[in-house]
Nanobody
Framework: QVQLVESGGGLVQAGGSLRLSCAAS????????MGWYRQAPAKQREFVAS???????NYADSVKGRFTISRDNAKNTVYLQMNSLKPEDTATYYC????????WGKGTLVTVSS
């Protein structure tokens, strides 16, 4: 059973930065795609960013230019660098991995105060 463990969430003021980490319990080479999603209170979960095994990335329009997804294969970890944070970025952020089947972490809460 694969485990994805997110960390790095917290409270930050608008304009600030956070870096989220997603540590996988097995080599991330085995995943075709890894990504981040978020869910704000009373809203549906939405796509934030993804990175494929070949290194290509995709971003939601709402975070382009502010967030960067990256991976460290040696550490089996995917990161989400979040800059210029806005109150509307407040949400629980979930790590996702696709490789044969889909896996989800339990999430880490990001709160951006105005």
């Amino acid at each position: 059973q694969v485990q994805l463990v997110e960390s790095g969430g917290g409270l930050v003021q608008a304009g600030g930065s956070l870096r989220l980490s997603c540590a996988a319990s097995r080599s991330i080479f085995s995943f075709n795609r890894m990504g981040w999603y978020r869910q704000a209170p009373a809203k549906q979960r939405e796509f934030v960013a993804s990175i494929f095994s070949g290194g290509s990335t995709n971003y939601a329009d709402s975070v382009k230019g502010r967030f960067t997804i990256s991976r460290d294969n040696a550490k089996n970890t995917v990161y989400l660098q979040m800059n210029s944070l806005k109150p509307e970025d407040t949400a629980t952020y979930y790590c996702n991995a696709m490789g044969g089947r889909e896996y989800w972490g339990k999430g880490t809460l990001v709160t951006v105060s105005s």
